[in-house]
Structure formats: structure tokens, C-alpha cells
């Protein structure tokens, strides 16, 4: 019945400081690329790729910082209606690291309570380099809640199993919440969005 | 993070608010190189939506800045050259005046007051505390807090708590004022105290047993659940904005919700407004008659240009003269003139049928009203465009002051600006939101003021089965010469207010103080939280449990040539006007734009982003994507709906 193919559709939202290798995940994802010496990508809004999770199809729609990072403005409407997040250090930068906090406050503040947020240590082919140890992480990401993974978008380390891991854990939730769908109170994402001209719908 | 600015654009834009940003966007979308500076911590300017925390901190910065002193210039004057001249810019923001708070909600006192704590958990106070004590997280002013207490024995009373002095004042003026000046922020704590104080307080908590009781705790608790505009606005579904977002494809990142219900008061009722077809034959106050006479005169507003036979004669009129001679009751001409034109009843025959027009036009584009609302508010407008901006290519920095313009002397024109770090940045043009402008700017220039009122009330203004309204209500004005004011009350699922609250924006244009120009209406609509309800009628009102009072300076009517001393490539964008509709904005950044680019498209749409190739890609992208669907709704895909093709309907 549904005019669009897929089951599920997700958006997730990629955090953290600049230059730890966010928009090289998304890429390495959607496109299996690396792209080296690569910068700031322009006009490119969010990326998609549409995975099949145990026969179901999850359209998962990637939105990166566009930049705004760099001088910490980051709009707050990037957060909204936002169903995982991915906050992402260097853990060859120990300052990507103790940014985090920073970081968690702005997602309290501004995303969804029901947000999955995932914390990803990035770079582990530089692991000569590193200056954030596993354990620190691991404590880190315990304490606050978080699920943790240490990714290489080079090597394509971990890249898909944080997507797919992720994919599922949001398949479940989201199945949890139809079932327990007498909330009162709205969530976000249940206004309406417009979208251009020549995007309608062909059913 | 210490990453540096670069020092060369194609355009500086100082300042984040809905015309800066659309043009941020355009630029940025056309090729240029865009800098977009704020100097303050947030987005939007006086187009911002703040949390609850957040609009107290705001409240504290108008005041601070009202006491600020100027800085020693300088730094930055050494860094002008001979050849150049230098034109400062403005350092604090006098755009906000005449703040008031009055906190109505009892302000339960659990935390710092351990020994008033005892007494508020007797039966007689816990629904109606009597406690007022400032609020914590905001400290919005340092002066002392009064406050009021009724119920409490005097030996209480008498007692100092923490740095708080109780007293106990007259009943008869609930307000507690603190210095009421001009500038200034001003709190005044009203006592929700019993009128009457012999009255048992016990017989006053059994009098309402059906209504929440909301207390300042909670809204302080919850209250990043509040976003609250600056600017109370609405998107007109045919508007120029919504156009915009859907050309630009900027309305991806925003969610809209329809304004449910316009409303109308008169003779001191709340009523609902019939304007859809279906509203008008389902409508229970009005008879058989009344209904076809307005449906025949909606039908001729459609496409009143086709019968010129029908106005000519009333060219020269008012529109409210005109509807009189349109065989209207009177009921139906209150309903045309203030619900759905929406004009002061001074505004000509033509500019009412175009009014009227517009309103018909817009309804059922999206809904049964011709009104959208953003969720989370209006401020997410601006930093939509922003996010088109930066996806283009455009640097953003927040926080980030600007000190000057550099004027070469030779050519007139400004080339550069210095920041608050004495850095210099070139760029070929320059745009500038009137507020940052300095005093030597300005002094031709002459502002208009918008009075605005914030309420945080705990019922609808008109009940109906369902709780989650949009309503919007004109509010004529009680006397002749006096200006209509604007009501706009937003439920909590436009994630603008926690659960079991309304949020209420009060506009009009200012005369006086905000607090003088809307006092009024806010008394004929609310009740003060805990004040006697004697009379039944009286019970029915909403009570207030929050309000907030400021002037915002309109900076909307502002010719270029007031300013003094501009060079020719800065160009200037004016705050929030007091229009309902954000057609100014777009109309001044388009018309900036194409000042600036003559050439160039305006916010045309970007591409696909399934159909972005990069460079070195050999691979398309993987699924045969041909839509891009916005949202990922996965909670209630029943209520999710997309806005696709204008002049289509939703689909449910």
C-alpha cells in the first residue's frame, strides 16, 4: 500500500566536534568511499541509504552539521524530530573527547527525550596516535547512557555495524512505541512538512 | 575550539534574523562566499524562540545592557588606516524596552526554604500556596523581592527566609511592584493569595477541583518543553514564506502545524469564527439567513475584481462603512472585519476585499484555516535558512561581535569589518540588521514600537472537546484610535508549552508600554491564577499563570535613506514588523538580493540530495531514489502527514 519502498524511515543526525571524521562515516556508509583530504562538502543536505533489516526495508536519511560545528552554532532545529544521534570524537584528539560534555548538553536541551544517541571514537587506524583510551570511553559513555563503538571510516572499520546496530535498535523502538501509542502528548515529527514542487508523491 | 575565521568572503551578514538568514541563504545558494555572524549566543535576533530558562536569561540581558557601559574604542582604531574611515557599530541592543514579569503561579517552596517548607504542607495551602519567592534559576533582577504572603500566621510572616524579606501587603493591590522605569526589568510577584482573608482557603481549593494546578516549579522543570517567540507570527498557507521554504526546499527542516481556529470576542465572548464552507453551514450561531448572506458575500470577495460595479461606488470609504451597506447583520460584519480581514476598521473598501480575498484564498490549502504554524516555534524559521546557507557553504559564528565597518576614502565603499578579536574580514558586500547599527546611524531615524504580552495560562480561551487548539483572535480595539490587538494561543503539541498549559501571544502596535496597551485585553480574557472566583462566569476564564510584558522596536518602515553615512555596498535589514504575516521579510530579502545580484536566481531549488554526483564518483547512489521524503515519522503515522504539492490537499 505504501507508495514509498521502504518500512521504515529514519533520521539520524551526526554530532561532534570538526574534523573527527563525521561527514567520512557518512560517506563511507552510503557510498563506501574515503574520501582523503576531503572538505567541507557542499550542498549536501543529508544522505540516504535503505538497508534491509530482517526482510524489512529502513530507509535511513544520515544529516551531517554542514559546517556549523566549526564555530559552535549549530541550529538548534539540526536536533529536532532527529530519531538517533551519533556523537562522534577523534580518538586521536583528546580535545574532540573532552568536548563531549558540551556536546550532551546541547542534545538535552534541544533533542527529543527518545533520542538514541550513540557515541562513536573515530579514527582507530591512527591507533599509534590515540590519546583516548578505550576504557576512558567506555566509562564515559556507561555513565551517560550510551551505546559505544569505535569505528574507522577509512579502514571501514565498524562503519556498517554502527549503522545496522543502530538500524535495529531504532526498528525496535519504534515497534515498542506503536505498541504503547496512547501518548497523549505529541512527539516531535508528528506536524507536517512541506516539501518542494516537483517531490509530490506519485501513487 | 580555536579554529580561525578566514578573512575573505564575498558577503558578510551580521546578524541572524528571518530577512538576514533568507538572504544568508540566497547568497550562499548563488555562489558567493557568506560569513553570517550573531553577536549573541542564540539564533534569530528578535525573531528568536527561547525555553522558559532561556527567556529569563534573555529578560536579564535587556536589563544588563540597559546598564552597560561603552568600551573604551580603542583597540580597533589602530588597526585603521589613513586611506580608510571607520563607521562603529552599536554595542548593546536597545531594541527591547519596558520589560515587566508577574508570576501568578504559586511558587511552591520546597528547596531553599526548609521553614516555610513545613508550613506549606498544611491542607489549607497546598493548592493555592501562598509563597512568592523570586525565581531561582532566572535571578532576573538583583533588587530585593517582596513577597506577599496572606494565609500565614504573622509570627511566620515576620520571619526572614534566606535573603527574602516577607511582608504582607495590602490586598488590595495584588501587584508587589519594584522600581517601574522605562529600561528596566521589573519582576513584580503577585501574591495568588484569597482576596478575602478571612475566607477559609480550604473552601478556595474545593471551589476548583477539576483544574490543574500548574506551579512556577513545574513550568521552571519543564522548561525546555517552552518555546517562546519574540515575534508572534503565522505563515499565511499562500503566503510569500511558505513559497518561499517550498521553492527554496528549505521547508524540509521545519514541521508546520495548522492554525485549528480563528476566533473572534465580542461583547466580552470568545466565539468561533465560521470561514470554510463547512465551518459556516455547520456554524450554530448563526440562523439559516445569516448563513447564506455571508456565503454570498464570501463567494463575491473570491473574485470581487470581476464585479467592479459592486465597491466602485465605496472606493472612497472604509471597509467597515462598505460592509455595512452589504446587507450584513451586524454579527457578520464583526466576523468579516476583525476575523477574517483582519484590518483596523479605518482600512479602505479595496484593501478589505483584498484582505478578504487573501484569507479565502489561503483557506484549505492545508487545512481548514488559513494559517500554519512552525513547531518549536517561529524562531526555527530563520535558522532554517541558515541550515540552507551552511549547506551551501556558508560560515557560521555566533557570539561573535563585530566592531566596524573599514570605509576605503577614496571609493566610498566599505571593504571590510573588524571583529571583536581585531580581526580583519574583506568582503565585497556587506548586510546589517538595523539593531547593530550605532546611535550616530540612526539619529534620523524614527521607530515605530510593538507591544507584545507572553502569557502562560493553564486553559484555552474557548474549550472545546480537544485540548490541542491553534486559535488566532483579533481583539478590536475598546475605543476609536486605539489599535487592534492580536491573540495567538498555541497548544502544547506546537512544542511550544508543556502539557496542561497554553502559550498566549498578545501583538499590536504600540501606543503606550506593552503592559498599557495589553493590560486590558489580557483582564477581559484571563483570570489571575488563585484570584476569587466569585461569579460562575468568572470560573470559566483561563487563569495566568505567567505573564511577561516588553516593547520590541519595529524597525520595518525604515527608509535607506534615514540612515546616515552608509556606504553603498551595506546594505540593511529591518527587524520584526507587527504584521501577522512574514511578507516583509521575504519581500526585503528578495528585494536586497536582487539589488545585490541582479543576475542571480533567488533561492532557487537546490538538488536532490539522491542526485548529488561527486566528483571522482563513478558510482551513482545505490537505491533508485527518485523522492525525498522528509521525516521520519514513525510515531503516529496516522497524524504524520506531508505537506507535498501546493494547492493540494494533505493526505491523510
Given at each position: 500500500m505504501s507508495m514509498e519502498d521502504y518500512d521504515f524511515l529514519f533520521k539520524i543526525v551526526l554530532i561532534g566536534n570538526a574534523g573527527v571524521g563525521k561527514t567520512c562515516l557518512v560517506r563511507r556508509f552510503t557510498q563506501g568511499l574515503f574520501p582523503p583530504g576531503q572538505g567541507a562538502t557542499i550542498g549536501v543536505d543529508f544522505m540516504i541509504k535503505t538497508v534491509e533489516i530482517n526482510g524489512e526495508k529502513v530507509k535511513l536519511q544520515i544529516w551531517d552539521t554542514a559546517g556549523q560545528e566549526r564555530f559552535r552554532s549549530i541550529t538548534q532545529s539540526y536536533y529536532r524530530s532527529a530519531n538517533a544521534l551519533i556523537l562522534t570524537y577523534d580518538i586521536t584528539c583528546e580535545e574532540s573527547f573532552r568536548c563531549l560534555p558540551e556536546w550532551l548538553r546541547e542534545i538535552e536541551q534541544y533533542a527529543s527525550n527518545k533520542v538514541i544517541t550513540v557515541l562513536v571514537g573515530n579514527k582507530i587506524d591512527l591507533a599509534e596516535r590515540r590519546e583516548v583510551s578505550q576504557q576512558r570511553a567506555e566509562e564515559f559513555s556507561e555513565a551517560q547512557d550510551m551505546y559505544y563503538l569505535e569505528t574507522s571510516a577509512k579502514e571501514s572499520d565498524n562503519v556498517e555495524k554502527l549503522f545496522l546496530d543502530l538500524a535495529c535498535r531504532l526498528i525496535s523502538e519504534a515497534r515498542q512505541n506503536t505498541l504503547v501509542n496512547n501518548v497523549s502528548s505529541p512527539l516531535p515529527g508528528e506536524g507536517k512538512s512541506i516539501s518542494y514542487l516537483t517531490c509530490c508523491n506519485f501513487n | 575550539m580555536a579554529d580561525s575565521l578566514p578573512t575573505e568572503f564575498d558577503v558578510v551578514i551580521i546578524g541572524t534574523g528571518l530577512p538576514e538568514s533568507i538572504l544568508a541563504a540566497a547568497c550562499s545558494r548563488s555562489g558567493q562566499r557568506v560569513l553570517h555572524l550573531d553577536s549573541r549566543s542564540y539564533y534569530g535576533g528578535n525573531w528568536a524562540s527561547f525555553s522558559f530558562s532561556g527567556l529569563l536569561s534573555w529578560l536579564k540581558e535587556c536589563q544588563q545592557n540597559s546598564d552597560f557601559e561603552e568600551e573604551s574604542a580603542a583597540v580597533w582604531q589602530d588597526l585603521i588606516r589613513e586611506t580608510e574611515a571607520a563607521i562603529t557599530l552599536c554595542r548593546k541592543d536597545e531594541t527591547i524596552q519596558h520589560t515587566e514579569v508577574f508570576c501568578y503561579a504559586s511558587q511552591d517552596v520546597d528547596d531553599n526554604m526548609e521553614e516555610t517548607d513545613a508550613l506549606q504542607r498544611t491542607p489549607s495551602s497546598e493548592a493555592s500556596s501562598t509563597l512568592t519567592k523570586p525565581p531561582d534559576s532566572a535571578c532576573l533582577a538583583e533588587e530585593t523581592h517582596h513577597v506577599t504572603s496572606y494565609e500565614m500566621p504573622a509570627k511566620d510572616t515576620a520571619k526572614n527566609v534566606g535573603k527574602i524579606s516577607l511582608e504582607i501587603t495590602d490586598v488590595e493591590e495584588t501587584l508587589v511592584k519594584e522600581s517601574n522605569c522605562g529600561d528596566k526589568t521589573c519582576i513584580h510577584t503577585v501574591s495568588d493569595g484569597d482576596k478575602d482573608e478571612n475566607k477559609p482557603v480550604v473552601k478556595d481549593n474545593t471551589d476548583q477541583p477539576k483544574r490543574n494546578s500548574i506551579t512556577y516549579s513545574q513550568i521552571v522543570k519543564e522548561g525546555r518543553r517552552f518555546n517562546i517567540d519574540l515575534v508572534s507570527k503565522l505563515l499565511y498557507s499562500q503566503g510569500l514564506l511558505i513559497d518561499l521554504l517550498i521553492k527554496s526546499n528549505v521547508s524540509r527542516y521545519a514541521e508546520f502545524k495548522n492554525v485549528t481556529r480563528i476566533l473572534t470576542f465580542r461583547e466580552g465572548k470568545v466565539e468561533q469564527v465560521p470561514c470554510s464552507r463547512a465551518d459556516v453551514f455547520n456554524s450554530k450561531a448563526l440562523t439559516m439567513v445569516e448563513k447564506r448572506m455571508l456565503m454570498k458575500f464570501l463567494t463575491f470577495c473570491v473574485d470581487y475584481e470581476q464585479h467592479p460595479d459592486e465597491y466602485q461606488a465605496f472606493m472612497q470609504c472604509s471597509f467597515s462603512e462598505y460592509l455595512k451597506t452589504k446587507k450584513l447583520t451586524p454579527s457578520l460584519q464583526h466576523f468579516v472585519l476583525h476575523s477574517i480581514a483582519m484590518t483596523e476598521s479605518s482600512c479602505t473598501t479595496i484593501d478589505g476585499l483584498k484582505a478578504t480575498k487573501n484569507f479565502l484564498q489561503c483557506l484549505g490549502r492545508f487545512g481548514n484555516t488559513p494559517f500554519l504554524f512552525p513547531l518549536y516555534g517561529q524562531g526555527e524559521i530563520p535558522q532554517c535558512f541558515c541550515r540552507m546557507c551552511a549547506v551551501f557553504g556558508g560560515i557560521y559564528c555566533l557570539r561573535h561581535k563585530v566592531q566596524c565597518f573599514v570605509v576605503d576614502k577614496e571609493s566610498g565603499r566599505c571593504k571590510a569589518i573588524i571583529d571583536h578579536f581585531g580581526q580583519r574580514i574583506n568582503a565585497k558586500y556587506f548586510i546589517v540588521e538595523d539593531s547593530y547599527l550605532s546611535e550616530d546611524t540612526c539619529s534620523n531615524v524614527r521607530y515605530k514600537q510593538i507591544s507584545r504580552a507572553v502569557l502562560i495560562t493553564d486553559q484555552s480561551i474557548l474549550k472545546t472537546d480537544s485540548d490541542q487548539q491553534i486559535s488566532i483572535l483579533i481583539v478590536p480595539p475598546?475605543?476609536?484610535?486605539t489599535c487592534a490587538v492580536r491573540v495567538i494561543e498555541l497548544c502544547s503539541s506546537t512544542m511550544t508549552c508543556m502539557k496542561d498549559t497554553y502559550l498566549v501571544h498578545l501583538t499590536c502596535s504600540s501606543s503606550k508600554t506593552a503592559r498599557e496597551d495589553l493590560e486590558s485585553v489580557v483582564k477581559k480574557l484571563f483570570i489571575p491564577y488563585g484570584e476569587t472566583e466569585i461569579d460562575k462566569e468568572e470560573v470559566t476564564k483561563p487563569r495566568l499563570l505567567w505573564a511577561l510584558y516588553f516593547n520590541m522596536r519595529d524597525s520595518s518602515g525604515i527608509s535607506r535613506s534615514s540612515y546616515n553615512g552608509l556606504p553603498s555596498n551595506i546594505y540593511v535589514c529591518s527587524g520584526p514588523d507587527c504584521g501577522l504575516g512574514n511578507e516583509h521579510a521575504v519581500r526585503q530579502a528578495q528585494t536586497l538580493f536582487q539589488e545585490i545580484f541582479p543576475s542571480e536566481e533567488f533561492c532557487p531549488p537546490p538538488p536532490n540530495p539522491d542526485d548529488i554526483i561527486f566528483d571522482g564518483d563513478d558510482k551513482q547512489p545505490e537505491a533508485p531514489e527518485t523522492k525525498n521524503i522528509i521525516i521520519a515519522k514513525l510515531e503516529s503515522s496516522e497524524e504524520c502527514k506531508n505537506l507535498e504539492s501546493p494547492g493540494k490537499h494533505l493526505q491523510n
Open positions: - | 475598546a475605543e476609536p484610535g
